[in-house]
């Protein structure tokens, strides 16, 4: 399997900026249906991501985001084969991972566009090798 991040991702990122309020960015979150939300800087660079779990805290709504925010994105070249991108969600326990491309933001990978592209290739079992024969000393 080799398959590209960029052939995966979701490209039409919503983002926000730190100064935007939590309400704002709950507020993208609910109508467009969607769990994270990446922060980025005057450049479009990934300053930190905001997830449904951070805007759940009770913090006041007019709070700006980067009060609440993650400040350490986990970020992935588009370039990259998907398994980069498994391997960092793993590793961190994450859900979400920055698609990035000289270091703008330009996409978003999740681990249900991972489990997609498990589902889709419906992978089989190989039967396990049979044991090697022992030879006979004469």
Do not use: W
Not at 48 to 65: H, L, M, N, Q
């Amino acid at each position: 399997m080799n398959v590209k991040i960029a052939d995966l991702m979701a490209k039409r990122v919503l983002s926000a900026q730190p100064h935007h309020s939590l309400d704002h960015v709950r507020g993208m979150m609910e109508r467009n249906r969607i769990h994270a939300v990446p922060i980025v800087g005057p450049e479009g660079e990934a300053l930190g991501i905001v997830t449904t779990a951070d805007a759940a805290r009770k913090v006041k709504g007019e709070s700006p985001v980067k009060r609440i925010m993650s400040d350490h994105v986990h970020c992935v070249p588009a370039y990259n084969d998907v398994s980069a991108a498994a391997r960092i969600m793993r590793k961190h326990k994450i859900h979400h991972v920055v698609v990035t491309h000289e270091k703008a933001v330009v996409g978003i990978i999740s681990s249900f566009d991972l489990l997609k592209l498990v589902e889709g290739h419906r992978f089989t079992m190989k039967p396990a090798p049979a044991p090697a024969k022992k030879r006979s000393r004469r």
